[in-house]
Each structure stands twice: as structure tokens, then as C-alpha cells.
């Protein structure tokens, strides 16, 4: 049985077409289901966790919106044990495209076609991300797999986590390339190499694989997690391999098994 | 799909060779000029260092110890290169180079050791592999190799039977 999540977006008029080819092909294929639109008052942890207990036939919950709705309902959501689907539609779209996932009703048939990747995902403090974690420049002292503590000779550094390679390639350092599924994450390390009138320069990148990091900052500041913002100045920083299944559109010869 | 691994990902100009010749995601591990890592430092995959460690530094593969990089402590790993400085003793498995800008205090042991004019070395050498330096370890005797007599270096000796 599937469950699908409406983002709130999607009441606009603009996505009144595009919902309405899409319903029409998920019933071609015959895997409609239940649907539930969201709104800023419902949990959709909660809405997910209530549906599981009142069918244990759920075994898919299919997320309909844009980055925004996906990743806010990944981020509480990914530890749940259910498979999700994904059909982008709405004004931001880039992670979707970066997943290779099609848009709008043109993503019925990969939904159908039902081939199921399970992913790595990181736990931020309780919530999950699936595409990136920035801590900005800030006085870090780090704590790598309780084995070793690492900081920067000029106190600041920006720290950096990517599961999915960004669109712009130039964020990473040079010839990194984070892999969705090889059950291991790396933290990038941008420390300031010197300060002057004209800015800062940044010192060349770190790159710690890990499993578990602990940062303690300086002061609460705002980290962001696949484009949302949380207040912090403890955070721990674990990797879930394999915890969130995922309906993908293809398997390229390059993903790791 | 662009999320999985980038086969066309150009390699970066200031890695070393040992980089270049492998996939990006190969190098596992790069302790960058600006960063200061204490504790034991365990790694599976190839390293590359170029700050300072203050603590043993241990790898199933290739180390890379960068020119102006500081290690304060012993080094284990399948093969080495080293540039910087180390004070602690060394141990690879296969191959250790030291390169001119190399500065090294403490005893060292490897299968195949490049040393290159320029180089400083304070300390003991002993090469792994061969069955005569592999029966001495176990004897802590003298042995002989035709005309050629040798000894283990004492402090490797006592090593192998503390560890």
C-alpha cells in the first residue's frame, strides 16, 4: 500500500495540471493510495507513524513536492521503517535533479518500476540529512570517532559533509567525489590560512572519513542542513548506513553494491 | 546520475603523484597544511599529511608525509613517502622513500627503503622480508651471511618481543 505526502505547495493553482496527469498515471499503473496533504500544523513523522499503525500493509510512503518538502520529511522521518518515493514537483528541484529522479507525472513509472536503493544517510543531532551539512566558519574543536581531536593552527575553519555531490562542483575539494551508498562519510575541513583587509584566505581542504564526529562551537550558530537552518553550538554528527530506502530511477554502472 | 561517483572528475594539481594515478575517492584521507590532529590516527586508506600529528599514525595503505607536515609519534603503514618531519619510529610494509626535504629521528624498518641524498636520518634501519633478518628477530642472535656478519639493531629486538 502506498501513502503519498502532498507538500503544501502543491494547493497553487500553477500544480493543479501537474497533479492531475499525475494521479491519472499512478491509477494507469495502479499503485494510487492513500493521500495526505500536508500543512505547517502536521508533523509529518507523526502523520507517517500513525498511518503505519493503522496499516501494516504501508510499506511506501511517496513524497510529492520539491527539495524543500523532501528533505524537511527525510530529515524526521528517515529512521522509520518504510520506503520512500519521491515525485518532484514544485519551484526547487535541484537535489531531485542531481538524484537523476524525473519530474511530475513522468516519475509514475520509475515509482512503478519500484527499484529500491538503500542509502546512506547522517544523523545531525536527532534529525537526518540526505545531501549536506555546513557548519559555518567558526572556532571548532572536533572530535573524531572519540579516537582523536582535530582543530585548525588558526583557530577558525568551516566544516563540510556531502552525501550527494553538489551542482556546483567547485564547493567540494578538488577531486573529491562523495558516493551516496559507500556506507562511509567524509568531513571536509576549511580552515582560514591568514586574515588581511581584503578578506580571509582559505587554507587548503582536510578530509576525514569518520563515523561519528562530535563539534563543539564557540557560540550557537546557525547550521545548515540540506537547506535548513538550525541553531546549534553541540553537535554530534553520525553516519546510518544503508537506513534510507529509496526508490531511484536507474542504477548507473559506477554505484557501489 | 550524478549522485554516484564521477569517473570524469579532473585531479587536483597540487596532489602528488600517488594521487593522481588513482580514483579521487582512493585518497581517504588528507590532513591539510592548517590543521592539527592529536590522538591515534587509524586509517584503511591512503593518507596524505600535511599539517601536524601529535600521535601514532597508522594505515593499511600509502602515507604521504608532505614537506613542512610534522608527525610526533610512530608510523605504520604498507608504504611510505615522506617529505616532512618525524620523530618517532617508522615501519612499512613494502616500500619507505625518504625524499630530500625528509627529516626523521627515530628507527626505521621497512622491505625497501629509497633514501635520497639530502635526507636526514637519526636513528636505526632495518630491512623487513628477508629470512635472515626474520630469524634474527626471533633469536636475537648473530648470524652469519657468508664472510658478512650482522646483528638486529638491539631497540628493534626489544620491540618485537615487548609487542
Redesign the interface.
Known sequence: MYLYLYDTALKQRQYDRVVSNLETQLTDLGIVGKIVRLSSLLSPRQIISEEIRRSKELKTVIIVGDDTCFTKIIQQSADLPITFGWVPVGPKLDLATRLGLPFGAASAPVLSRRRVLPIDVGQFNQYFFIDYCQVPLSTVTMSLNGSMTISATAQKMECSIWNVPPTNRGLMPPGYSPVLNDRQFEIVLQPIAKRSIFGSTMAPASIFPFNEVRLKLEKTMSVELDGHLYKENQIVIKLAPFQLKLIVSRLPDSLQM | ???????E???????PPM?TNTT??E?????????????????Q?NVLI???VS?NVSTEKYLQVEEGAKIMASIRADSAKISGEVKGNIRAKNTLELTPTARVVGDIEAKTLIVSPGAILHGKCAMLGTVEASDTKKSGKRKFDGDTEFTMPRSLIDEEVSA
Not at chain 2, 546520475?1 to 569517473?7: G, N, P, Q, T
Not at chain 2, 597544511?33 to 590516527?41: L, N
Request: net charge negative; hydrophobic share 30%.
Open positions: 546520475m550524478a549522485l554516484f561517483r564521477d569517473s572528475s579532473t585531479t587536483p594539481s597540487h596532489l594521487q579521487p575517492h585518497v581517504e584521507t588528507i590532513v591539510g597544511p592548517s590543521v592539527k590532529v592529536e590522538g591515534d590516527f587509524n586509517s586508506g600535511q599539517g601536524i600521535g
